[in-house]
C-alpha cells in the first residue's frame, strides 16, 4: 500500500550534516590568535575575489571609447574620486560597518535579514507591510542568484582576454579556455569552502599584495593622484559632464559588485574575520592600485586601453597575467558561496523544496555544499559564456543585479533599524538616504542597459522569484488540505480508548507537519490496517526563522495517553535535523523508542489538479507539482534508516 506524504509532511527541514546538539553552526564570535588569522585568510580566498578582482577592468570600462570621455586630468581625478567614494560609502560604510550588524545569530545575506524582520513584523500584526517586506526580500535573494551566474562568467573571461594582451593571434582561445577554467572549478566544489579557501586564501593575499606594490610604483611618480580622494572632484565631474557623467556610474559600480556576497558570506567566517581582511588588506590594497592605474593615465592617455596590465613592467607582464587569471578564478568563489548559503535558508524557510545539503567542514557549519544549486550554476555560467563570449558584450548584463539587492538590503536594514533595534526616524531615514542615492544612481545607471543585455539578470531572477513564491503558496495550500483532513487529537484518542484497536509490540513512528492533531498519515494506517503499534510517536520538525535554537529547547515531549506521545523538534533554519538522533534525545526524556523496533511511516500524497479551486493559477500548480516530485525524499533528508520507512499515499485535489 503506497501512500505518499509531500515532501512536506516534514516541514522545512533543517540542515547540516554533523548532529546539531553537538555542534556550534557558526565561527567563533570573537576569534582571536590564529584562528583569526586562519578564519581571515580564508575570507580573503572566499569572500574578496570578485571585488578583488575589479581593478582588471573598472577604470578600462570607465575610459572606453562609447562613454565618450577623454583621458584629461580633471577626468581622471574625477573617476578616481567617485571609485574611492564608492569604496568608502558602499563596502566600508554600508556593508563593513552597518550590514555586517545586521546578522541573524551569526548568519547573513537577503533571507537571514528577512527572518530577522519578520520575527518583529508577526508581534506587530502590520499583514500588508509583511507581505511588501517578504516579497522585497525575495526579489533580493532572486537578484542575487542573477548575478551569481553573471559574475563567474565576467570574471573569468576577464581574465583570460589578457591572452590577447600576449598576442591578439591567442583571442580565440578566450572562450574555450574560460569554459574548461569554470568547469573545473565547478567541479572542485564538492571539496568544500575550507578546502577551497585554503588554496585561494594565499593566492589572493599575494594578489592583493601585487597589486597594491604596482600602484605605488607609479604613486611614487605622480603622488598628487592621492587627492583624488577629495570628493569635489566627484562633483566637478558630474557638473562638467551632466548626463554623461551618470551614465558613467554603470562602470563604476564594477568597483563594488561582490560587496552584497560579502554579506551573505558572513555565516561561512563570522563578521571579525570579514572586517579584519577588509580594513587590513583589501582596502588598501584596492586604493593604491586605482591610485596608482590614474596615475599612470596621468603619463599616458593611451594606457587606458588597459591601464591595469599596463601597469606591469614587460618583463612582468607573464606571471601578471597568470596572476590575473588565477584570481579572476577565485573571484567566482564568493557568488558561488552565497548561492549555497541563499538555498539552504530558502529550503528552511519554506521558499525551496529540499535539496541535498553537504557539510563539508567538521568545524564551520556554515560551510556547505549543495550540487543541485552547483549543477545549475555551472551550466548556466557556461551558457553565458558561450552566449555573450566577451565582456565587452557582457558588460551590459553586469551590475543591474547586484544594484538592485544592494537598493534592496538598505530598504530592509532601515525597517530592521527602526523595527528591532528602535532607532529614532531621524537616524533611519538620514542614514537609509545617504545608502539608497547611492544604490539607486548605481541601478539607474545600470538600467540604461537593460536592452543591450541588463534583461538577463532579470529574467533569470524573474524565473527564480518565480519558484520560490510557486513552491512557498503550493506549499501552504497542501498543509492546509492535510490539517482539513487530519482530526483533532482528543477526538482520535477517545476513538482508540473506545474501539481499543489491536496493538502491535514495537515503536511506530509518524512524521506530520501539524504539530496539533491526529495527521492524515495515522488516519490510513489504522482504518486499512486495522492496529496500532504499543507505541506511537507524533513527530514534528519545524524550521524557526532564527539560524540556530539552543539544544535544551529543541525537543519537547507530550504524553497524550493511550501509548501516545508528541515530539516537537525545532530547528534554526542553518541546523540539521535528523530523525534517528531526534529519537535518541526524545528518549532520554521518557519516550519508548528502540531504534530496531521502529517503524517509520510517512505520507506521500499523489496531488490532482482541480480547476475549480483557484487559490493557485493551473501553471503554478504543475509548476509545484514537478518541483514536489524532484524534491529530495523525506527519508534522506532526515537520515531515517530507508528500511525501517512505510510510505501510505493519499490522493489530495488542490
Not at 573598472?58 to 567617485?82: D, M, Q
Not at 515530539?567 to 535518541?584: C, N
Not at 524534491?631 to 534522506?636: K, W
Request: hydrophobic share 50%; net charge positive.
Amino acid at each position: 500500500m503506497l501512500i505518499e506524504i509531500p515532501q512536506k509532511l516534514t516541514p522545512p527541514k533543517p540542515d547540516l550534516t554533523l548532529p546539531p546538539q553537538h555542534a556550534d553552526p557558526h565561527p567563533q564570535a570573537d576569534p582571536t590568535g590564529s584562528r583569526l588569522r586562519g578564519l581571515t585568510l580564508l575570507a580573503l580566498g572566499v569572500v574578496y575575489g570578485d571585488i578583488g578582482t575589479s581593478p582588471l577592468y573598472a577604470i578600462r570600462e570607465c575610459f572606453k571609447p562609447e562613454h565618450g570621455l577623454t583621458v584629461t586630468p580633471a577626468n581622471v581625478y574625477g573617476i578616481l574620486s567617485l571609485i574611492v567614494w564608492a569604496l568608502i560609502i558602499v563596502v566600508s560604510i554600508k556593508y563593513i560597518v552597518f550590514i555586517l550588524r545586521a546578522d541573524n545569530r551569526g548568519e547573513g545575506g537577503e533571507l537571514a535579514l528577512l527572518a530577522l524582520i519578520l520575527q518583529q513584523q508577526r508581534r506587530d500584526g502590520d499583514s500588508r507591510r509583511r507581505a511588501i517586506i517578504i516579497v522585497l526580500g525575495l526579489i533580493g535573494a532572486a537578484l542575487l542568484y542573477g548575478d551569481g551566474l553573471i559574475t563567474p562568467a565576467m570574471s573569468v573571461l576577464g581574465a583570460t582576454e589578457g591572452l590577447k594582451v600576449i598576442t591578439p593571434r591567442f583571442g580565440v582561445f578566450v572562450v574555450p579556455a574560460t569554459l574548461i577554467i569554470l568547469f573545473a572549478l565547478f567541479l572542485v566544489q564538492k571539496k568544500g569552502t575550507a578546502k577551497v579557501g585554503r588554496v585561494f586564501g594565499p593566492v589572493m593575499a599575494f594578489w592583493f599584495v601585487t597589486i597594491a606594490a604596482l600602484g605605488i610604483k607609479e604613486i611614487i611618480g605622480a603622488p598628487e593622484i592621492v587627492l583624488a580622494i577629495n570628493p569635489l572632484h566627484g562633483l566637478r565631474f558630474f557638473a562638467s559632464h551632466g548626463f554623461a557623467g551618470f551614465v558613467i556610474l554603470g562602470a563604476v559600480v564594477l568597483v563594488v559588485t561582490g560587496a552584497e556576497a560579502l554579506y551573505a558570506d558572513m555565516g561561512h567566517f563570522g563578521r571579525k574575520p570579514i572586517r579584519l581582511a577588509w580594513f587590513g588588506l583589501v582596502l588598501p590594497a584596492l586604493l593604491l592600485n586605482y591610485f596608482g592605474q590614474g596615475a599612470l593615465l596621468l603619463r599616458d592617455a593611451t594606457a587606458a586601453e588597459n591601464p591595469f596590465f599596463l601597469l606591469a613592467p614587460r618583463v612582468l607582464l607573464y606571471p601578471l597575467i597568470a596572476l590575473a587569471t588565477l584570481a579572476a578564478i577565485i573571484a567566482s568563489q564568493a557568488l558561488i558561496s552565497g548561492a549555497f548559503s541563499i538555498t539552504k535558508q530558502c529550503v528552511q524557510l519554506g521558499y525551496s523544496p529540499r535539496v541535498t545539503i553537504v557539510q563539508t567542514s567538521t568545524t564551520e557549519h556554515g560551510q556547505i555544499y549543495i550540487p543541485e544549486v552547483n549543477k545549475a550554476l555551472m551550466i548556466g555560467c557556461l551558457l553565458i559564456v558561450i552566449g555573450f563570449r566577451s565582456t565587452t558584450n557582457l558588460g551590459a548584463a553586469y551590475g543591474i543585479a547586484v544594484t538592485g539587492s544592494m537598493a534592496i538590503t538598505t530598504i530592509l536594514f532601515a525597517t530592521l533599524a527602526r523595527t528591532r533595534w528602535n532607532w529614532s526616524w531621524a537616524r533611519v531615514l538620514g542614514l537609509a538616504a545617504l545608502f539608497l542615492i547611492v544604490d539607486l544612481s548605481f541601478f539607474g545607471a545600470n538600467a540604461l542597459k537593460i536592452i543591450a543585455g541588463g534583461w538577463v539578470p532579470i529574467a533569470i531572477a524573474a524565473v527564480i522569484l518565480t519558484l520560490m513564491t510557486t513552491w512557498h503558496r503550493g506549499r501552504g495550500i497542501v498543509q492546509e488540505l492535510l490539517a482539513k483532513g487530519s482530526l483533532p487529537i482528543e477526538l482520535f484518542l477517545e476513538d482508540v480508548a473506545k474501539n481499543k484497536p489491536y496493538r502491535v509490540p514495537g515503536t511506530a513512528v509518524f512524521l506530520t507537519s501539524n504539530p496539533e492533531g491526529a495527521p492524515l498519515v495515522l488516519l490510513h494506517h489504522l482504518k486499512h490496517n486495522k492496529v496500532l503499534h504499543a507505541h506511537v510517536i507524533l513527530l514534528s520538525v519545524l524550521s524557526a526563522k532564527v539560524p540556530m535554537i539552543p539544544p535544551e529547547e529543541q525537543i519537547t515531549v507530550t504524553d497524550l495517553g493511550e501509548g501516545f506521545s508528541r515530539v516537537t523538534a525545532r530547528y534554526g533554519f542553518m541546523e540539521k535535523a535528523e530523525v534517528p538522533s531526534i529519537l535518541t534525545r526524545a528518549r532520554e526524556m521518557g519516550v519508548v523508542s528502540e531504534l530496531r523496533d521502529t517503524t517509520f511511516y510517512l505520507g506521500r500524497e499523489r496531488l490532482i489538479i482541480d480547476d475549480g479551486k483557484r487559490a493557485l493559477a493551473g501553471w503554478r500548480k504543475k509548476l509545484y507539482i514537478f518541483m514536489s516530485r524532484n524534491s529530495r525524499t523525506a527519508t534522506e533528508y532526515f537520515e531515517i534508516p530507508p528500511n525501517r520507512v512505510v510510505e501510505l499515499g493519499a490522493q489530495i485535489e488542490f
